[in-house]
């Protein structure tokens, strides 16, 4: 069989390609893929050099600063593919904002949107896609929990699909989100493949629909949808696995840590999703874990009186874990009992 080394320039080239991420950071350093290559040995360090030519990730740019400096990140690359991260430096406690009456700038980054605006004409040369981020959260909040860092739960997946950073906060960037979309498309007079990335809630499907009809184009987004049905899971990951970690620093695996793994119904999602709108995402997660204790015992266990939305999320829940279910008394005192 033959070695590495031993196959034509044009297939090696090829592999080494394949070990290559299919994104980059413009901000940071080469990555280390691509350093280590090149310090195999002499062969694969001369196909490195063709490599290097053909390689083309998409390469994100976090700030409009990296545009703007005086020696900016992006002289010297193979920049065919660029995405622009919108949010990455927007400011947490903005989207989460809960003063419902709160002015627009209380809860929006109309600024930051401007700098990338100001920055358009910076954009490299000889680009033939140009994404644009809009996950609605900074960067340093898309992998860990907030409150620690040893572990990564699926917190983001449960904060995008919130009303605040899927509807509120996105909805009010409709207009100059369009608006660069239309100075980008000028910059390049056309000639470049405008598409929207990132991580958004299916709450957020309007989004990208009002920014087609804006620019009136039809917008692929190439990014990850968050579903109703993902959001229950993601809010128990972010809940169960680590109940240690915030007081210790240290991650801690919960007795109901499994649960993160349950392939939720479309029927739970839904009520997850309306019922946590509400504010009764708390309540939601003692329901999911007073039903998940019975799993490991017997006998049944009686959950608290709830409107019809929360008796229905009940019963999906103790079916999609594999209970029984049977509603109780009438009027405001009605209830579902589960049993094994």
């Known amino acids: 069989m033959p070695s590495l080394t031993q196959l034509p320039a044009e297939m090696r080239q090829q592999i080494l390609l394949l ?23 002499q062969r694969l360090r001369l196909d490195m050099v063709a490599v290097a030519g053909i390689w083309t990730p998409i390469h994100y740019i976090s700030s409009p600063c990296t545009l703007t400096a ?11 593919r660029i995405c622009l991260d919108l949010f990455s430096t927007s400011f947490l406690g903005r989207i989460v904002n809960r ?44 992998v860990h929990h907030p ?7 699926r917190w983001i997946d449960v904060f995008v699909h919130n009303d605040h950073a899927s509807q509120r906060f996105l909805g009010g960037h409709i207009q100059d989100v369009a608006a660069l979309v239309k ?19 299916v709450k957020s499907a309007f989004f990208v629909e ?21 959001a229950p899971g993601a809010a128990v990951s972010s809940q169960l696995l680590c109940p240690m970690a915030r007081k210790k620093r240290r991650c801690g695996t919960h007795l109901l840590a ?18 946590a709108d509400q504010g009764f995402d708390r309540m939601l997660m003692e329901d999911i874990k007073g039903i998940a204790k019975l ?46």
Not at 19 to 41: G, M
Not at 183 to 201: A, P, T
Not at 213 to 229: A, H, Y
Not at 322 to 333: A, F, I, M, P, Y
């Open 19 to 41: 070990v290559l991420p299919d994104t980059h950071r413009v901000e940071s350093a080469v990555p280390i893929q691509f350093i280590q290559l090149f310090h195999i040995n």
């Open 210 to 230: 009002a920014i087609g009809q804006e620019v009136e184009k039809d917008l692929e987004f190439v990014g990850r949808w968050v579903s109703n049905e993902e």
């Open 183 to 201: 100075k980008i498309d000028d910059h390049y007079e056309g000639c470049v493949s405008i598409k929207l990335s990132g991580r958004l809630s």
């Open 147 to 153: 409150t620690w860092q040893e572990c990564g739960p």
């Open 258 to 275: 499994w649960l993160g793994n349950v392939a939720w119904s479309k029927e739970a999602g839904d009520a997850y999703a309306g019922l």
């Open 295 to 340: 799993c490991d015992g017997e006998g049944m266990i009686v959950l608290l009186p709830g409107n019809i939305l929360r008796r229905a999320f009940q019963h999906r829940v103790a079916a999609d874990l594999g209970l029984k279910t049977v509603e109780v008394s009438e009027g405001s005192d009605r209830h579902v009992v589960v049993r094994r």
């Open 70 to 80: 005086r020696s900016p990140r992006t002289r010297g690359w193979n920049l065919n």
């Open 99 to 142: 003063y419902p009456n709160a002015h627009h700038p209380n809860y929006l980054h109309p600024e930051l949107i401007a700098l990338w605006n100001n920055a358009v004409p910076f954009l490299p040369k000889d680009v033939e896609e140009v994404w644009l981020g809009v996950t609605p959260a900074p960067a340093e909040k898309r």
